[in-house]
């Protein structure tokens, strides 16, 4: 039984070496483009991407583990093929301050067609890390996906904000809590129990404090895994 065990972690670790010189190579090749070249990519076929992605889904999440450092080479493992893992490969990263390193993934996934890797690049853009710092540049990243990718839709509705574009803030906020983006289910909740920038509306805001309070349906779950 140890030998068989032996074998097949053997096995395991010589698989994660062939995956990981496929995804450098990938890597290598990415950054070989141009920066604007890769950042819309694949941004326009959202329908083919709705198709793949929750097959991507069902299949990272056989990588969920306790334990966290399976799951991540797990993820590492079938990033080649599959845009969500390495979104998630790409938050462990960024977790561990590897930001340039977070960029590599978040950028390839996208060019594989994965629009929910926008909204992660635009944070390391909107704070500088791992690239130049370039607001202008998150702002048009979470604006050409904003009406696919609640989570995008959910962090441009603050630039929105600022500019006191209060209708187009509701609009944004609206469509990130239909679907399950629990932050921006609590901000209408709060937008229309207080009544600031839209009227109150108690049946309103009843009703998205009982959508936020559920926990089941996270879209920021479902797609990062965490």
């Known amino acids: 039984m140890n030998k068989k065990k032996g074998k097949m972690a053997v096995k395991f670790k010589q698989e994660k070496h062939k995956r ?3 995804i450098k190579k990938s890597l290598r090749g990415l950054l070989l483009a141009s920066i604007s070249s890769m950042l819309f990519i694949g941004c326009s ?10 097959n991507e889904i069902a299949q990272a999440n056989e990588c969920k583990s306790t334990n ?10 079938i990033s080649y093929k599959n845009s969500i893992a390495m979104l998630r490969s790409g938050i462990i990263a960024y977790s561990k301050g590897n930001y340039q390193e ?3 993934k978040y950028s390839l996934a996208q060019k594989k067609g994965n629009f929910y890797a926008n909204s992660l690049l635009a944070d390391l853009y909107n704070k500088g890390n791992g690239v ?14 904003d009406n696919v990718d609640g989570i995008a839709a959910y962090k ?12 187009e803030v509701i609009e944004l906020l609206t ?8 932050k921006a289910q609590y901000e209408l909740s709060k937008i229309y129990r207080d009544g600031i920038i839209t009227k109150d509306n108690p049946k309103m805001a009843k009703f998205w404090y009982e959508k936020y309070e559920d926990k089941s349906n996270s879209l920021l779950r479902k ?3 965490i």
């Open 175 to 182: 469509f990130a809590a239909n679907n399950n983006v629990k």
């Open 45 to 54: 076929n959202y329908e083919a991407a709705l198709k793949t992605i929750p």
């Open 20 to 22: 990981e010189i496929m």
């Open 223 to 225: 797609i990062y895994g």
């Open 102 to 104: 977070a960029f590599e």
């Open 156 to 167: 441009l509705s603050f630039y929105y904000l600022n500019k006191k574009d209060y209708n």
């Open 132 to 145: 130049p710092k370039n607001q202008e540049m998150a702002f048009d990243l979470l604006k050409d996906v």
């Open 68 to 77: 966290k450092e399976f799951e991540a080479d797990c993820y590492d493992l």
